[in-house]
């Protein structure tokens, strides 16, 4: 079993088998968090994929892979009280929405459809480069850096460079296109 810093820099390289067990480690912690903060069902989905972006985002300034069970948590709980702080500020009408069909408020799957979206034009306003490579590291199987060379035909030697530039404009684009998302560490 790799050690977490062993996992860290192998998951920093985007070896699929890292994140595989990055995620497989501390999925139960997330999901413990969430409960802890009083957020079930899609909305503590959205608050553990929130939390897995940032940690796929800000890996490179993980200095003490040890500590990675503390920033998962943090990281996860900023996001919880974020949630909170959006539904409080929602202002009620005396009409209440009936739940969605998986019982979660209508309010939830609103705001996970914005973020989706913002997601969306933030990959959008990178350049051509930057957006196909995203757009492939962004499904939900990741293709390894090969398959990924392959399908761009970008050398194996450039992918981990032209994702750390992608990352920072993405970061760049989601700033100018909602500062809160980018407050909470998304």
């Known amino acids: 079993m790799?050690?977490?810093g062993e996992l860290i820099a192998a998951a920093?390289?985007?070896e699929d088998a890292a994140w595989a067990e990055l995620i497989g480690r501390h999925r139960?912690?997330?999901r413990t968090v969430c409960r802890r903060h009083g957020v079930v069902g899609p909305g503590a989905e959205d608050v553990a994929q929130t939390t897995w972006l940032a940690l796929?985002?800000?890996?490179?300034r993980i200095h003490t892979p040890e500590g990675i069970a503390g920033w998962l948590r943090t990281t996860a709980a900023r996001e919880c009280l974020s949630l909170h702080r959006r539904a409080a500020r929602e202002v009620l009408t005396g009409e209440v929405e009936p739940p969605t069909e998986d019982g979660s408020p209508v309010e939830e799957h609103v705001e996970i459809l914005r973020l989706c979206e913002l997601i969306r034009r933030a990959v959008a306003g990178l350049g051509h480069r930057e957006r196909a490579?995203?757009?492939?590291m962004l499904q939900p199987e990741t293709p390894s850096y090969a398959e990924?060379?392959?399908?761009?035909g970008m050398p194996l030697g450039a992918i981990g460079p032209v994702r750390q530039r992608a990352l920072r404009h993405l970061?760049?684009?989601?700033?100018v296109l909602d500062p809160e998302v980018v407050a909470v560490g998304v």
């Open 12 to 14: 920093a390289r985007g």
């Open 56 to 60: 796929f985002v800000h890996i490179d």
């Open 148 to 152: 990924i060379s392959r399908r761009l």
């Open 2 to 4: 790799p050690t977490p």
């Open 171 to 175: 970061h760049q684009q989601l700033a």
């Open 28 to 30: 139960h912690l997330v």
């Open 133 to 136: 490579l995203m757009e492939l």
